[in-house]
């Protein structure tokens, strides 16, 4: 058994500064390390230490074997298969004789971040586990983690770890064994779920949650690695849906996922607010001033977040469109824009979008599609032009764009207008 020594003072910490080992220069001795791939971007990743190969292609929500290392001080790092360059690289100290693992998270390129943490927490007793957890979605901001009964809701539950950032992880604690409902939310709101599965602790079991984000940046997965054991699969099985409607002269919309309803008849022009449904292949039947559109299959990729945009002049020519989103926060100082061209009778112009006086090189933004998403540096006043190559549709040098933040111009008829031609364009905080 062996004596708990790790974290034991602190309730969460960044990865960097406390998932570490207490080792020294050389020391002669052995060291136990495996490796887990929790980073979406890479679907296959190896790691070196000292520039010799200890583990490859270890694929994405998949852990190594333990290999022996020398202890003391280390070089360690971690390229994708078949490249000739390092996404890490981390001088790292191994005390002798014991276990750890070493965990690939973030996105690609310079957004991926490698962790470790020593192995040496106490057996728990009979009838108790022990659980720490690694929030490795940068892009998920604070979470609250939740284990209840699987039919509990969250409004009078404590949470197991609060206002966990990315890139920190909350110290062991006991809990007793057992089949739990997880329940991740954005920090303070327990409506905002973003993983939601079912965990079964097996008694005296050393256990390590680590949440990864899912491709649209929001929704997580969850990844249960026992200590000197295996590692459990805790996949999300939702996406993140939300309706536009942008029909002419207000039209109504309803629409109905898999006979489940998800927008009751309301008003064009209007953005709702993502809700969480099923992924897989579903059935969406849409409504347009109460006549019912042809039903449509689509498919809902797990952990993704899908607008469907709604727009036509009536029932007779509205079509339904889906779009993944890339809700991924921008980088540091920067914000992420894009447009969705949803107007009707402007369906044979394409339209552009020029951000700070400088094109973004979406010149060719069909209607009822959306541009690339574009990156700028984010601050207050900036100019903003769309415009069709004969009409100027929106022209303001007032914009305010927060550092990565991530935008979508919803561009449609305005309200209410007598005039059929009179266009809008509503900026929306994806995130």
């Known amino acids: 058994m062996k004596k708990r020594t790790f974290l034991s003072f602190m309730a969460a910490a960044p990865l960097s500064t406390v998932l570490t080992g207490c080792g020294s220069n050389s020391d002669g001795g052995q060291a136990q390390v495996r490796f887990i791939n929790v980073n979406p971007s890479y679907t296959g990743v190896g790691m070196k230490v000292d520039g010799d190969t200890v583990f490859s292609d270890v694929e994405f929500g998949t852990v190594s074997g333990y290999s022996d290392v020398s202890s003391g001080s280390i070089d360690v790092t971690v390229r994708a298969s078949g490249s000739a360059s390092d996404l890490v690289a981390k001088s790292v100290s191994l005390s002798s004789d014991e276990d750890y693992t070493f965990v690939l998270y973030g996105w690609s390129g310079d957004d991926a971040a490698l962790a470790y943490y020593i192995e040496n927490e106490d057996t728990p007793n009979s009838g108790e586990a022990t659980l720490a957890v690694l929030n490795a979605s940068v892009d998920a901001g604070d979470l609250d983690v939740f284990f209840t009964g699987v039919d509990d809701t ?249 550092s990565q933040g991530v935008y979508t111009a919803f561009i449609w008829e305005k309200p209410s207008s007598s005039d059929a031609n009179a266009l809008q364009v509503k900026f929306y905080a994806d995130r």
């Open 154 to 402: 969250l409004d009078s539950a404590s949470s197991f770890a609060s206002s966990l950032s990315g890139g920190t992880r909350k110290s062991p604690k006991t809990v007793d064994a057992g089949t739990y409902r997880l329940r991740v939310t954005t920090a303070g709101d327990i409506n905002d779920v973003r993983l939601d599965v079912t965990v079964t602790f097996e008694s005296q079991k050393v256990y390590t949650l680590l949440l990864s984000p899912g491709s649209s940046g929001v929704l997580l997965n969850g990844h249960l690695l026992q200590q000197g054991g295996g590692l459990t699969s805790l996949a999300n099985t939702q996406a993140r849906v939300r309706v536009v409607s942008a029909v002419s002269a207000n039209g109504k919309v309803a629409m109905k996922i898999d006979g489940e309803t998800l927008q009751s008849a309301t008003k064009s022009p209007l953005v709702a607010d993502y809700q969480l449904v099923t992924a897989g292949t579903v059935a969406v039947v849409t409504k347009v001033n109460a006549v019912a559109l042809a039903e449509q299959s689509l498919t809902l990729k797990a952990g993704t977040d899908v607008t469907l945009l709604v727009t036509g002049t009536d029932a007779s020519d509205t079509t339904v469109t889906a779009f993944v989103d890339n809700n991924r926060l921008a980088a540091s100082s920067s914000f992420k824009l894009r447009v969705i061209h949803a107007v009707p009778s402007l369906s044979s112009d394409n339209m552009s979008l020029s951000v700070g006086g400088t094109s973004t090189g979406t010149s060719d933004i069909a209607y009822g599609e959306a541009s690339a998403y574009v990156t700028r540096t984010a601050g207050t006043d900036l100019s903003v032009l769309v415009e069709t190559q004969t009409t100027e549709i929106y022209n303001n040098d007032t914009d305010d764009f927060d």
